[in-house]
């Protein structure tokens, strides 16, 4: 049973992967051995054959026939029936159909049929396992393959099996998910838009809130929603890995299970509110009215080859993000302690406040005529030679491209390094060199050759500057946020204080600085 099921399945995906056209070759009635020659008294009619000189035959949603002089090595069929009248050398697959066995076939190897009917002939021959999964075998008392004979699931199951058939062939594989002829498709389409219309009205202010966002930030909903995709499966292991988490998977799970449902009819009827504005978002009967024209509009775009399902993944996303911010905001208005995205106002310069000549320490007389008490003072050539390194916390954080840019002019730097002076003959070794190149320069200057160039700093939280272990702890925590796909060094397009991951961490910031700032 398990040689067949194994088979089965490296012939399937073999047959995907290699599939090779069929060969004609012509032959006339009297031909002896296929040398061309006609013998006498033969009728000289000709009759195109179908030869498989030891090739596998593979038909997606098409029904096939292997004629009685006709033979191959691998025979498989998805989304159509399979006859076999001839001989195949190896295995039969039957996907999503029926085979129909007659009493000339002789099949060496096994014969598979998932989802469909076997039909067999007196005379026909399985040299090893005939395998059923959900379906039935018709065959006579005289018919026995030559292994194992296993039948899995009841015959219903293959007869609801089939009937997806034509939305697999007509609709996912062209990428739409309703078919408008199947009559059984708007029936789950009715049944999903009664309960999203349900989630509507029962839940109309989370509703209201997400689709609120969506109008107001849709972009940014969109690459959350995506954000917490990339990071489910990443959470999901380290929770598992800690043991104690595992309890907490199936929660974080069905929390974004839920989130999902919620966002789609979020979308729904922010769809209609782009079509049809709300005067009054608390209505319920215009949040029925804007579900309606939303949930039309989608259906349409459905059916359209590509585009519907091209839609249909971009609109749960966007709804996943767009429940995701809203959720933020009310935990954001629920603990008002938590920190909030800077104001972007200017503040304004303070006061200059001139001396006086009270103020003024005594002078001596002779030299009283060398200071004027009315002017104001002398300006610092570098006022910011002044500024105190406890004073970098105040300056603005840096946003995410410059922080890439100095990332890669790093890189570059590295890379001219080691091919000038050849360092190592190994790429590996990269790694450990921009590795031991970023704590070093951490730790000496407070930024890179890269940061200095972009104007980038690097500061503790309290605003002291870095110590080698702040450095060496940002320098370890940064491989952790680059191996999850990037997603910790993403993570300062979304964080008020523009940290990532291993900012987080190891308690720092990255500010930027004026030009002229001293080192």
């Known amino acids: 049973m398990k040689r067949s099921l194994w ?3 490296l012939l399937v995906f073999a047959s995907l992967g290699r599939c090779q056209g069929l060969v004609a070759q012509t032959k006339l009635p009297g031909d002896q051995a296929g040398t061309g020659q006609q013998v006498a008294g ?30 191959a090595r691998e025979l498989a069929v998805i989304f159509g029936d399979a ?18 066995v007659a009493s000339t076939a002789r099949i060496d190897g096994s014969l598979v049929a998932v989802g469909g009917h076997v039909r067999a002939e007196s005379g026909a021959m399985v040299g090893s396992d005939l395998v059923v999964i959900g379906g039935t075998v018709d065959a006579p008392a ?10 899995v699931g009841p015959a219903a199951l293959g007869s609801r099996l089939q009937a997806l058939v034509p939305w697999l ?18 029936a789950v389409a009715g049944m999903f838009f009664l309960v999203y219309l349900a989630l509507a009205l029962v839940f109309h202010a989370p509703v209201g809130a ?63 509110m782009r079509i049809v504005p709300e005067e009054n978002v608390e209505s319920r009967v215009q949040t029925i009215r804007s579900f309606l024209i939303g949930a039309a509009a989608i259906t349409l775009v459905y059916m359209v080859p590509v585009l519907g399902l091209l839609a249909w993944t971009m609109l749960g996303v966007l709804g996943l993000g767009g429940v995701t911010l809203a959720f933020i905001a009310g935990y954001r208005r629920e603990n008002p302690l938590l920190p909030r995205r800077r104001s972007a106002e200017p503040v304004p310069p303070a006061p200059v406040v001139r001396p006086t000549a009270a103020d003024l320490p005594s002078l001596p007389e002779n030299g009283a005529a060398m200071f004027d008490a009315t002017a104001a003072p002398s300006a610092s050539p570098n006022p ?30 590295v890379l001219i390094v080691r091919e000038l002076f050849d360092l190592t003959d190994r790429d590996s070794t990269v790694f450990l060199l921009l590795l031991g190149y970023h704590i070093g320069f951490w730790t000496w200057k407070g930024t890179t050759v890269g940061g200095i160039i972009c104007q980038l700093r690097l500061v503790r939280v309290d605003g002291a500057p870095l110590r080698f272990v702040d450095a060496l702890v940002r320098g370890l925590s940064a491989i952790f946020s680059l191996a999850v796909v990037g997603i910790g060094a993403l993570w300062i397009l979304r964080d008020p204080e523009r940290q990532s991951w291993h900012d987080k961490i190891a308690g720092t910031y990255v500010v930027r600085v004026p030009r002229n700032f001293p080192l």
């Open 7 to 9: 088979c089965a399945t």
């Open 42 to 71: 033969q009728p000289e009619v000709e009759a195109v054959r179908h030869v498989y000189p030891w090739r596998q035959v593979l038909r997606i949603g098409q029904d096939f026939t292997l004629r009685p002089d006709d033979s």
């Open 83 to 100: 006859g076999v009248e001839g001989h195949v050398a190896n295995d039969v697959i039957v996907v999503f159909g029926s085979a129909h």
């Open 142 to 151: 005289d018919f026995s393959p030559g292994g194992n004979h296993i039948v």
């Open 169 to 186: 062939t007509r609709g996912l594989l062209w990428g739409r998910p309703i078919v408008p002829e199947l009559p059984w498709v708007w």
């Open 210 to 272: 997400a689709a609120a966002t969506l109008a107001a930030r849709p972009l940014t909903a969109f690459l959350v929603g995506l954000l917490v995709l990339l990071l489910t499966g990443p959470v999901s292991v380290l929770l598992a890995v800690s043991v104690i988490g595992i309890a907490v998977v199936p929660f974080v799970i069905g929390a974004i299970v839920v989130a999902g449902i919620v966002g789609r009819v979020a979308v729904t009827r922010w769809i209609g």
């Open 384 to 413: 910011q030679a002044a500024t105190s390194l406890t004073d970098l916390a105040a300056f603005p954080r840096a946003g995410f491209l410059e922080r890439l840019s100095a990332f890669v002019l790093d890189v570059i730097l």
